[in-house]
């Protein structure tokens, strides 16, 4: 059973800083990518940053490049997402995701597995 379980969501003033983290379980792919995204009140939910199985290869949203950085522990079974320079717009339920390849990483559909969402709450 595959889980992934996200954490380090919080209310934070806008140009602060919070990491969060993916733990995940149970995934039987030999190497998968590992995605963020995030979902505002009343929005789509929309791609945030992406990292490759070797932590070689990201990709970020224009929205959010240069103010977060997307790592991985593979050993730990743990995806990171360090958010700097927080906005009021970052306010979002943020998710993670499993990928099979980083093709279409864009794209919600290619992600095969969801965490349930860690609350980003940025204050003006």
């Known amino acids: 059973q595959v889980q992934l379980v996200e954490s380090g969501g919080g209310l934070v003033e806008a140009g602060g800083s919070l990491r969060l983290s993916c733990a995940h379980s149970?995934?039987?792919?030999?190497?998968?990518?590992m995605g963020w995204f995030r979902q505002a009140p009343g929005k789509e939910r929309e791609f945030v940053a992406v990292i490759g199985w070797s932590g070689g290869s990201t990709a970020y949203a224009d929205s959010v490049k240069g103010r977060f950085t997307i790592s991985r522990d593979n050993a730990k079974n743990t995806v990171y997402l360090q958010m700097n320079s927080l906005k009021p717009e970052d306010t979002a339920v943020y998710f993670c995701?499993?990928?099979?390849?980083?093709?279409?990483?864009?794209?919600?559909?290619?992600?095969?597995?969801w965490g349930q969402g860690t609350q980003v709450t940025v204050s003006s």
């Open positions: 995701a499993v990928a099979k390849s980083m093709r279409s990483i864009v794209v919600i559909t290619s992600y095969e597995y």
């Open positions: 149970g995934i039987t792919f030999s190497t998968y990518a």
